[in-house]
């Protein structure tokens, strides 16, 4: 199968990107979009070229890193699946591929398709620790949590930090991810002294660093993780909870 890849290629940061384009020869419909460059790369190589740039760990939608931007749509044209998991066969028979890094103003281009999304980093970071008690192991039922507690806090920590949410928002903004962890940590009992305090310091570092929330939605839908649009509430729910009760829970 013929597959027409039209991909971003920059030097660095300050440098002028553009795209450059190339074609698979030989991409089979069990491909995944990172086999399909990994493919690409082999025949650059070989014709001593550069290879391009991209991010992946897991490859099995489990650690975010790989998120980029494919035909306009963060991650790809898979709803909800990270571009580890988009598969060539699932594309209805789309022959060719625009893929650029994810766009915010919040990820400045690294190289090529690789984003600096350190953003969120400093977003979970403003958000502080969590404090347990240290020691042997507690028995396991030492802190209660209701059985529905836990699967929707879970279901909250599925957040896998890829940052799609954030390139898929007209405004740039990162409420679903940061809502993410806000109302996973606030249904739990571990981490209740800090509740007030790291609704404050989180909100704060989303409004230095990211855009406004209108809730259009769009984070949503491109999200791999299924975290749905009551994380955003979840934001400014914690947000007025430390207005009204001050920093401590
Ligand atoms: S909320 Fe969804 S889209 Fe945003 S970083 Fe988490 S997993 Fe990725
Ligand atoms: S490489 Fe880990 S989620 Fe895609």
């Not at 403003?126 to 507690?138: R, S």
């Not at 790291?198 to 999200?223: K, M, N």
Request: charged share 25%; aromatic share 4%.
């Amino acid at each position: 199968m013929r597959i027409e890849v039209e991909v971003w290629r920059q030097d660095g940061p300050r440098e002028r990107g553009r795209f450059e384009t190339h074609v698979v020869e030989d991409a089979t419909p069990e491909m995944s979009l990172l086999e399909l460059l990994d493919r690409l790369n082999d025949t650059l190589a070989e014709a001593g070229q550069e290879p391009i740039q991209f991010e992946s760990d897991c490859r099995e939608g489990a650690c975010g890193a790989c998120g980029v931007t494919v035909n306009d749509v963060p991650h790809g044209p898979v709803p909800r699946t990270p571009s580890c998991r988009q598969h060539l066969r699932s594309f209805g028979g789309i022959t060719r591929l625009r893929i650029e890094p994810l766009r915010s103003a919040a990820y400045p281009v690294v190289r090529d398709l690789v984003v600096d999304r350190s953003a969120l980093d400093r977003l979970i970071q403003a958000g502080g620790h969590v404090d347990v008690a240290t020691g042997t192991a507690p028995d396991a039922d030492a802190v209660l949590v209701t059985h529905d507690d836990a699967e929707l806090a879970l279901d909250f920590a599925a957040c896998i930090g890829c940052g799609a949410c954030v390139a898929a928002c007209p405004n740039g903004a990162a409420h679903l991810f940061a809502g993410a962890k806000l109302a996973h940590l606030a249904l739990l009992p571990h981490g209740r002294l800090e509740r007030g305090r790291r609704a404050v310091a989180i909100v704060d570092q989303l409004d230095a660093e990211f855009g406004p929330c209108s809730t259009y939605g769009e984070c949503v839908e491109v999200c791999p993780a299924g975290i749905p649009l009551t994380a955003v509430a979840a934001v400014h729910r914690e947000r007025l909870r430390s207005v009204f009760r001050g920093r401590a829970d």
